[in-house]
């Protein structure tokens, strides 16, 4: 089932394990919440001991803003998009343009970079 909602916020930065990541939580049935995102855009190298960022994830900041319609980050909060709900306590993998048919596939597009580490 397709669903509208509205951007609550955002969060591009570190999680606390230091992870680098991005999760945008939206508001949907007038009173519930959810984040979307999630997904690790670096990984750990044993070799330097230190966080590696993915090329590949640039990509999907730039996926994200394509489909909610936005050109900077700073601009999702307030914004309308729809997402695939496939049923209470399942992850939102795909979301899309509130009018336009354009969907940004987050499972799919990590698992063709190989980079499936988040939820």
Known sequence: MIKN????????????HGIMTWMITIKFDKCVSCGVGGYAL???????????????????????????????????????????????GSIITKIGNIVEDKWFDLKEFFGKVGKTYGC
Request: proline share 2%.
């Open 5 to 16: 909602a509205k951007i609550e916020s955002t969060m591009l930065g570190r999680e606390d």
């Open 42 to 88: 670096d990984s750990y190298d044993k070799e330097t001991k230190t966080r590696v960022f993915y090329a590949e994830s640039m990509e999907s900041v730039s996926k994200l803003l394509e489909v909610v319609g936005v050109d900077k980050w700073e601009d999702l909060p307030g914004k309308y998009i729809r997402f695939e709900d496939n049923g209470w």
